[in-house]
């Protein structure tokens, strides 16, 4: 099984909101108890590999903001970097240190991530471009953050699926994941995801809580008419429309969600017999492990 978008850094997002507290203590404390608790979860969820979404803003020596990120990979077996594309930073300086940072860590590192809304810069600015340029490159997928931002500073109609189509006709080199699945905006992103075959979508981030709440949701989505039931019946439709399930990708947004509690959620979404592709197969393909 891969989890294939965890966060085991702060993101460094700005204007972000108030983690859940677990999260915070996670994030605060050393690098150590992380990566205890990581592989404690990453047994629990029975995870072979989970993909860490680097930090906003790194250093001149850690342009792609993963260097914590590798730093635990030394004791987490299975854990991948993810580098943070930065639309504001395009010197040919910056682009160069990139570059060299992905050669430097080409078996630990496994795609860049565009925090769309979260930066005021859709996926078809110029300033995206040459990250696009390296992600054809160096074979790697380029996840978008897709749908409601975690933000108040945030604006969301950088961040909606829609505006991921004309990118990925303009890019038929480059593959897209759209992460989170474009929620609220399931259908749209689901059109994205059916028209295009250089794009898929992950399940991560549907639903915060911990384990108690996630129970309570999948006891709740039994119920037709309930608010669970009808977010989990346009869940599925939504699925169901793009009607492909090599497409998807399974995601937890740890620590947002507990991994455990979080599979057994999109278990339920997913009809048993697809379940190794969107648990596994799905993310050997698409990211080259």
Not at 222 to 227: G, H, L, R, V, Y
Not at 258 to 264: K, N, T
Request: glycine share 8%.
């Amino acid at each position: 099984m891969i989890d294939t978008h965890i966060h085991v850094v702060p993101p460094g997002l700005p204007g972000i909101k108030p983690m859940p507290e677990d999260a915070e203590k996670l994030y605060k404390g050393p690098l150590s108890g992380m990566a205890d608790r990581l592989k404690v979860e990453m047994d629990q969820a029975k995870l072979k590999f989970a993909f860490g979404m680097g930090s906003l803003g790194g250093l001149k020596e850690d342009p792609l903001g993963i260097a914590r990120t590798l730093e635990l990979t030394k004791s987490v077996s299975g854990l991948k970097a993810i580098g943070v594309a930065d639309p504001r930073r395009t010197e040919p300086e910056h682009l160069r240190a990139v570059e060299a940072q992905i050669e430097r860590h080409r078996e630990k590192l496994v795609a860049f991530k565009a925090y769309l809304g979260y930066l005021h810069f859709g996926p078809e600015d110029p300033n995206y471009v040459p990250y696009y340029r390296l992600a054809a490159k160096y074979h790697l997928p380029v996840i978008v953050h897709t749908g409601d931002n975690w933000s108040t500073t945030a604006k969301v109609k950088y961040a909606h699926p829609l505006r991921m189509d004309e990118v990925a006709v303009d890019h038929p080199e480059v593959r897209f994941v759209l992460a989170h699945f474009g929620n609220p905006w399931l259908i749209d992103a689901a059109e994205v995801v059916f028209k295009n075959p250089n794009v898929w979508a992950d399940l991560s981030g549907l639903f915060v809580g911990g384990d108690k709440e996630i129970q309570d949701l999948l006891d709740a989505a039994k119920i037709p008419d309930s608010a669970p039931g009808l977010v989990v019946s346009d869940l599925k439709k939504a699925i169901g429309y793009v009607g492909d399930y090599k497409k998807f990708l399974y995601g937890s947004d740890w620590p947002l969600a507990p991994m455990g509690s979080y599979r057994r959620l999109i278990e339920s979404l997913i009809p048993k017999e697809h379940h190794q592709e969107v648990f596994r197969t799905n993310a050997e393909h698409l990211f080259n492990i």
